[in-house]
């Protein structure tokens, strides 16, 4: 269902999902460290686990990026040192940028970097104490940008880092950008050095990186015409800057000794919409692309119609609630059309208030032309965090619980993905599915961010579910990128 909520928890580019502690076992773990060998790499009995890689081609590996571009070449030297210290050369063959089959220690092979900065809008600082530690890691890290889409602020890069990731051609980078004005920049980040976050992405665009963009923003900080300047400048640097979400500030009730923010009543949700797409407007004139584009919770904020679907060019800004619930409606009317096979029995939905709307109608939609469909739609009020926080994703077992039991339910409840962690399958309250199914009496279904496996889903025609995973994965934490 709603994929809008992968920013929701700003850059929480939600989504995708995952875990915890391992995250710091990875950390302690030495790096390099072949953990695994891929079945069908050309160095299978030529390197072994516990093997350490050192360099490839004479270069040495310093991280997964390494790894990556420099593993590229068909004709490789791999140089390695045993767990015994014994150093040895291996020469493989391979196709150009054929993998080479190796899994290692920790996913980066490196630490994971933290952000240097405590940015007033920070959704991490807004958190209730007990959850889960991996969700109060602030990262910040350029390798996971590339590799993960995570998103990365430009403000602890050394000049050394810059310099690889132009050599590298690490591209695209997803810049968290907030404002181009280096003083507002440095007083929303609460970071001296986050003023020069435009000259990094000038080097950057003069070196022929793409930058996806984002600006969380905060009413009285950075939006009227400090966004307008921010958009003239992102769009002077276009198509390097190829496009960049407007996204609404995410309050929780947690704010206490914060900074205080306000959110957007639905008078400026409509007038930042309208200064956006004004800006957009004529870019899309002037260069061909509109470059800006409002999360979907603007136009819910502001009681509006979602844009059509040409309005989302490539729908590059999926993964920041940037016409998730547009593509979902395109999605499920082709579906529809497409035609299916209820199963006539009864089922209900789960979503959070804000997409609940669009639900009632696209159920509305199917039972006018299955009349047999018996559908209920449930909206949960975030209770956890608080009712400023309407998005899917950040509904918790708890609230979903309290909420819908004794509810007519039917034979299954459908929620999102986008409330779970996949492989655990658990809600960020750490409620599992299994549980939030036992205390309802129905079988709670994940069904995808898609509208085809919405209808599917609808009509009874439903995914096998994967075992949970209960022993967490050392990659999870990484994609929660808070
Ligand atoms: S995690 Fe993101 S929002 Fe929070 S302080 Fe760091 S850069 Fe800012």
Not at 13 to 20: G, P
Not at 193 to 211: F, H, K, N, P
Not at 226 to 242: C, F, K
Not at 261 to 273: C, D, R, V, Y
Request: aromatic share 8%; hydrophobic share 40%.
């Amino acid at each position: 269902m709603l994929k809008e909520e992968r920013e929701a928890f700003p850059p929480f580019a939600l989504t995708e999902q995952r875990l915890q502690l391992l995250f710091y076992g990875a950390v302690m773990r030495e790096q390099n460290i072949i953990k695994s060998i891929d079945r069908d790499s050309p160095l299978r009995h030529k390197a072994h686990a516990g093997d350490r890689l050192l360099s490839i081609n004479g270069h040495p590996i310093l991280d997964v990026l390494d790894y990556k571009f420099y593993a590229y070449d068909p004709a490789l030297e791999v140089r390695l040192r045993r767990p015994d210290g014994e150093e040895i050369t291996v020469r493989v063959r391979k196709d150009v940028g054929g993998d080479l089959g190796l899994d290692f220690e920790s996913y980066l092979m490196d630490a994971p970097r933290s952000c240097a900065n405590r940015c007033v809008f920070c959704f991490i600082d807004q958190l209730p104490k007990g959850m889960r530690p991996t969700l109060y890691f602030k990262d910040d890290d350029a390798r996971l940008s590339f590799l993960l889409g995570n998103y990365i602020t430009l403000t602890n890069l050394s000049p050394r880092e810059i310099e690889r990731i132009i050599a590298l051609h690490v591209s695209p980078v997803n810049v968290s950008v907030h404002t181009t004005n280096p003083e507002l920049r440095a007083q929303m980040l609460r970071n001296p050095r986050a003023g020069e976050g435009l000259a990094v992405m000038r080097r950057l665009a003069e070196a022929g990186i793409t930058m996806n963009c984002q600006i969380v923003c905060c009413p009285g900080l950075n939006d009227g015409e400090e966004l307008l300047r921010s958009m003239r400048d992102l769009a002077a640097l276009y198509p390097a800057v190829r496009t960049v979400s407007v996204v609404p500030v995410g309050l929780t009730k947690f704010r206490e000794g914060l900074t205080p923010l306000q959110g957007f009543s639905p008078a400026h949700a409509a007038g930042t919409i309208d200064l956006v797409d004004g800006f957009g407007d004529e870019c899309l004139a002037r260069l061909g692309s509109r470059i800006f584009f409002c999360g979907d919770e603007f136009y819910l904020k502001a009681g509006r119609e979602l844009p059509e679907d040409a309005y989302y060019e490539d729908y590059v800004q999926l993964e920041n609630g940037v016409g998730m619930l547009r593509l979902l409606e395109t999605e499920f009317v082709s579906a529809l059309r497409l035609g299916g096979e209820p199963d006539g029995r009864p089922f209900s939905i789960a979503t959070g208030t804000a997409a609940a709307p669009l639900f009632r109608r696209l159920l509305a939609l199917a039972r006018e032309k299955y009349g047999t469909l018996r559908g209920e739609i449930f909206p949960v009020v975030n209770d956890f965090f608080g009712p400023e926080i309407n998005v899917t994703g950040l509904v918790t077992g708890g609230d979903l619980i309290r909420q819908l039991r004794g509810q007519p339910l039917g034979e299954r409840l459908l929620i999102s993905w986008n409330m779970l962690r996949r492989q655990e399958q658990d809600f960020l309250d750490d409620v599992t599915l299994e549980e939030a199914s036992a205390a309802l009496g129905v079988p709670v279904i994940p069904v995808e961010q898609d509208g085809f496996a919405l209808f599917d889903a609808m009509c009874g025609v439903l995914p096998e579910l994967p075992p949970p995973v209960r022993e967490e994965s050392g990659e999870a934490f990484y994609r929660y990128n808070l």
